[in-house]
């Protein structure tokens, strides 16, 4: 009876134990994530003048270390003036958007993977689904709000976008860096064109909101239908 009474204590013991280090796996795990969520959210929290100051730097002609990289690579074999050419100021303009911008687009699509009810991928694996069925019957359509929260904060990016490139290249050469926002700030401020200034405004309002339209539209949703509304 000793000698089982103490197999049963070890047993427990073990058991006890092995729960102790779940517990601590989660728990290291879930830190881990936050780590992690924190770390990629870094770019999008930094100043926008400040990011746009770092990427214009990077690829500055003399200093910067886009065309170290791009030497070391055998890609260049002499320093290219980014800020110069209308076809190469865009490069780094749109990396330096894209960098800011990403970490808050992926967290959208994380917290909409993190909506959606494991049981379901549980209950199709069940039945014999395969990854790719679950991917386009689950994931893709559940995640379907998120991703049109995604586009309609992207477009007003687009729309709206002003100091990022303001301060890196001014909108030049010439205007081929000019966004719509900027456009519209030098008619309005620097050309003291008011009323076209005001117009402008109205039609990217318009074309902003015809564009969240087409995205309702295409993903197949309906926000006043009765599953929108719970």
Known sequence: MAAHGTGADDHLARGAFSARLDCVGI????????????AVLVPWAIPTVVAALLWRFMFDSQAGI???V?????LLHHPLVWFVRASTAWVPVILADVWKTTPFVGLLLLAGLQSIDRELYEAAATDGASTWWQ?????????????????IFRTLDAFRVFDLIYVM??????????????????????????GYGAALSVIIFLV???????????????????????
């Open 135 to 151: 991917l386009r019957h689950i994931t893709i359509p559940l995640l379907k709000p998120a991703i049109l929260v995604a586009l």
């Open 208 to 230: 902003t909101f015809g564009l969240a339209m087409v995205y309702m539209r295409g993903l197949g949703l309906d926000l006043g239908s009765p599953r929108t509304r719970r």
């Open 169 to 194: 290249t001014g909108g030049g050469p010439g205007t081929s860096t000019e966004p719509v926002a900027l456009y519209t700030f030098n008619s309005l401020l620097q050309n003291l064109e008011f």
């Open 27 to 38: 728990v290291s795990r879930a830190r881990s994530t936050h780590v992690v969520r924190a």
């Open 70 to 74: 791009l030497a070391d690579l055998g």
């Open 66 to 68: 886009a065309n170290v």
